[in-house]
């Protein structure tokens, strides 16, 4: 009778059905990233790693919005929602726009490895620029939203699955990665590590999650039972599947020596609770079930989720999707690239406005300097889409302001050492700035004028009716070097590297003399030649016949003419616009770049590098206003005093130009808000190794930074009544408490309220101790008033938004005083109002 039972149940059931029918060879590929067509259970191919940060990545046009950490800085939940639905119409849209049953090769799927929700706990961690900023309450409340805005309001049918990442305890350094562990407190990790991962999945319903690289007290985290099954699974609730990062199962055996061999390592990765493998680790699942290492029950525990996440999002076992209806045409429309506008514009943060030197005023004569003006990579970020029609600093000063108005000088490098992009002003052809480029296909060739050289090939047409490859371009004119000396050309591409058979071929002649003609060995060739100065000619083929991603045109020039470039310019004008900061070739994941102040994608120092330090000392030495909008993913320190007027910019996305020119003439009133501080100096910071929280972040640092979490200026004023609400609640109640904001400034502005609880003194708490909690983020909301106008902000406070964590990990709302703190930014910084209540009862301990 029971075999009969279990007929009945596969037949009614097409995933059991599939994998009882599946040998072990079967199963173990698709539980690997690159999973095959398995045409015995009727699945096409699908490799199940597609990127959606901050955009649809790594597939061709796109809206691509703010890096995540600029987004972070807007504060506002429902905008971070809308950007999540964007990304994900936009993905639907591309996998609808082939058959349902077609195979699907890596960036096509519909299982989204995004949002990165780790704490960015060290500014000098390259890849904090993907996250939500420092904070576990922020970063979990924008995790919520972003989850949500993919995954869409049905949870039966997906649109599609979003991977909260990097489970867990995952912030650098990125050398050594592979075979890192991390020995963080038991408070730590439940007050700083966990929280924003419990909150996408017990509040946004995340229905995947990625485990990390590195491992918690010696267990690597895609192998830890205690993390993936007993705390995600047990503990909050969570039904979806895993993924390790990609290669993460291998490293358990080839770095972290946590197992002998492949087979081990694949055996710890599905008992430890990991369901898929980017990767090919799980290859050695039949290897790993013939030793005993791991159940046949084990195995497919993991694929029934793996494959039910498929059947979810209609695109497996005769499943449907209301999502199917999306159009191919729905990428990058007006609508989504408004979104993008409304994200960079609400993205920038006004830090300091010496004497109300911004807005600017109409008819302002500007020299826009810097080298991050002018660049494309500084408006994507990392893990990016191809923009349609990207907006640069530099672009949209000209159009706000008018062309005539504005000069621009490179001025610098950005730190010794590091090449950047060949600038318009020394390409020229035709007697116009840039030069002209012929690209060819099957068709008749498109002629433009490229101000410079510098594409992203992303799967990409580089017009309508061309192909993404197999094309031709050439570009002519005179290279113009800004004075005699030593000049390096480099010739950058960022190569296709997984599924590649060919790569791109490029030519290079500079003054009649042939100085490249072949392919790009790892996508560099660097080349020097020596200049008197004078115009060169130069002529620049590249067969893009590959998948390659990018192709730029580089330099590093010598510093004095590019500085006496710059001086000049600030000179003849009546402003300086210095854009100045870092950029995504300089911090990142896992990069080669070794310069002054950076390796393998990390910092080593914080400050703003040496060039645009000396950049700024001579353009301040001008007398000239200087206004400083700094560009990175991660905190810079710079001196308040080199300019009148600073804005964090971030990496702004296709809009930032246009953002970033709407804020500086005033068509635009900035609101956003630091999502992480922004410290003096390096020695404010402990080792970045030492994961341990203390001295670290608003929450715990104890000395005074540049600027701190939560802080933005406006151009307009607002004022805080005094709170209300009740001024005791028992132990495990919620609080709500009241205040209204009024504009009292000259213009409509937004603000963001912020509200911050100062827990009971610790004393006579040892457990609550070292290090001690300054105060913590609890409720925030964005906000618009009209001048003159008020508006109520309510804040509702559950017990454990007024829990604290001791020492072995346990949270507890404890009795004693409490106190609330509302306003624009942290106590002492803005407007603000203290709200003092009191918790009632016995001590309350929580569930983790």
């Excluded at 796109?62 to 504060?75: D, E, K, R, S, Y």
């Excluded at 997906?158 to 990125?174: F, M, Q, Y």
């Excluded at 005769?318 to 690239?337: C, D, F, L, N, Q």
């Excluded at 790009?520 to 060739?525: N, Y």
Aim: charged letters at 20%.
């Amino acid at each position: 009778m029971i075999p009969v039972l279990l007929l009945l149940a596969q037949a009614a059931d097409p995933v059991t059905a599939a994998i009882a029918a599946m040998s072990p060879e079967q199963k173990a590929a698709q539980l690997q990233s690159t999973a095959p067509a398995d045409a015995q259970a009727g699945l096409p191919a699908y490799d199940w790693w597609n990127e959606g940060l901050h955009g649809l990545a790594r597939n061709g046009h796109a809206t691509v919005f703010p890096q995540a950490i600029g987004l972070a800085a807007t504060w506002d939940v429902d905008l971070i929602e809308r950007v999540g639905t964007v990304v994900s119409t936009e993905a639907r849209a591309k996998f609808n726009a082939q058959p349902a049953g077609a195979d699907r090769r890596i960036y096509q799927g519909l299982t989204i490895w995004s949002p990165n929700i780790n704490i960015f706990r060290d500014p000098r961690w390259g890849r904090g620029q993907e996250t939500y900023g420092e904070d576990p309450y922020l970063t979990g409340k924008l995790g919520v939203a972003f989850v949500q805005g993919l995954q869409g309001p049905d949870p039966l049918h997906p649109r599609v699955i979003a991977t909260p990442k990097h489970l867990a305890v995952h912030s650098g350094p990125e050398a050594g990665r592979d075979g890192f562990d991390v020995d963080p407190s038991p408070r730590d990790l439940e007050a700083t590590y966990l929280p924003a991962f419990r909150r996408v999945v017990t509040e946004g319903k995340a229905l995947s999650l990625m485990c990390a690289y590195n491992s918690i007290h010696g267990v690597p985290a895609c192998a830890s039972s205690a993390l993936m099954n007993d705390r995600i699974r047990g503990a909050w609730g969570f039904t979806g599947f895993t993924v390790s990062d990609c290669d993460a199962v291998s490293n358990i055996h080839a770095f972290h020596h946590y197992t002998l061999d492949a087979a081990g390592a694949a055996a710890a990765g599905i008992r430890g609770g990991t369901d898929l493998n980017c990767g090919t680790a799980y290859a050695a699942l039949p290897q790993a079930l013939a030793k005993g290492l791991v159940s046949q029950a084990e195995v497919d525990t993991a694929l029934s989720r793996a494959l039910r996440a498929r059947q979810a999002l209609g695109i497996a076992f005769g499943a449907t999707s209301p999502w199917s209806r999306i159009k191919a045409a729905e990428v990058a429309t007006p609508a989504h690239r408004a979104t993008a506008l409304e994200a960079a514009r609400k993205s920038i943060v006004l830090l300091q406005n010496n004497a109300g030197r911004l807005p600017l005023k109409p008819g302002s004569r500007i020299a826009v300097i810097g080298a991050d003006a002018d660049d494309l990579g500084v408006l994507q970020g990392n893990y990016h889409g191809t923009a349609r029609n990207p907006v640069t600093p530099l672009d949209g000063i000209r159009a706000r302001f008018g062309a005539a108005n504005v000069t621009y000088a490179q001025g610098s490098l950005l730190a010794d050492g590091a090449a950047v992009v060949v600038p318009e002003t020394s390409l020229r052809s035709d007697g116009k700035p840039g030069l002209r480029g012929t690209y060819t296909a099957n068709g008749a060739p498109l002629v433009r004028q490229d101000r410079r050289i510098d594409l992203d090939l992303n799967r990409a047409p580089p017009a309508p009716g061309f192909p993404a490859t197999g094309y031709t371009a050439h570009w002519a004119g005179e290279f113009v070097p800004p004075g005699p000396g030593r000049y390096r050309l480099i010739l950058d591409q960022s190569p296709c590297w997984k599924d590649c058979t060919v790569h791109d071929r490029a030519r290079l002649t500079l003054g009649g003399k042939v100085l490249h003609d072949g392919d790009l060995p790892k996508g560099r060739v660097e080349l020097s030649i020596d200049s008197d100065g004078r115009p060169h000619a130069i002529d620049l083929t590249l067969d893009h016949r590959s998948e390659d991603e990018s192709f730029r045109l580089l330099w590093i020039p010598p510093a004095e003419p590019l500085l006496a470039q710059a001086v000049a310019a600030a000179n003849a004008a009546d402003v300086a616009v210095v854009v100045a900061g870092l950029s995504p070739d300089l911090e990142g994941e896992a990069l080669s770049v070794q310069v002054p102040g950076f390796v393998g994608g990390d910092r080593t120092d914080i400050a703003l590098p040496l060039p645009q330090q000396r950049l700024l000392d001579a353009l301040k030495a001008t007398g000239k206003p200087i206004v400083l909008v700094l560009t990175s993913g991660s905190a810079v320190s710079v001196d308040p005093a080199s300019a009148d007027a600073i804005l964090a910019n971030w990496y702004s996305g296709e809009s930032g130009g246009t953002a970033l020119a709407d804020v500086l003439s005033g068509v635009v009133n900035p609101a956003g808000r630091l999502p992480v501080t922004l410290y003096k100096a390096t020695t404010d910071l402990p080792a970045f190794v030492d994961y341990g929280m203390k001295e670290r972040t608003y929450r715990y640092f104890t000395g005074t930074p540049l600027w701190g979490f939560g802080h933005g200026l406006s151009y307009t004023s607002f004022t805080y009544a005094q709170p209300r609400g009740a001024t005791s609640v028992p132990a495990g109640a919620n609080l709500t408490v009241e205040t209204t904001l009024t504009n009292t400034g000259s213009r409509d502005g937004e603000e963001v309220v912020q509200a911050y609880l100062v827990p009971p003194a610790p004393a006579g708490r040892p457990g609550f101790t070292d290090p001690v909690l300054q105060r913590q983020l609890v409720g925030f909301q964005r906000i618009a008033v009209k001048r003159g106008r008020s508006a109520n902000v309510a804040f509702t406070l559950d017990p454990r938004s007024m829990s604290i964590v001791d020492r072995d990990g346990r949270r507890h709302v404890v009795p004693g005083a409490y106190r609330l703190y509302v306003g624009g930014g942290q106590p002492g910084n803005g407007a603000g109002q203290w709200f003092d209540f009191a918790v009632t009862g016995a001590d309350m301990e929580l569930p983790k």
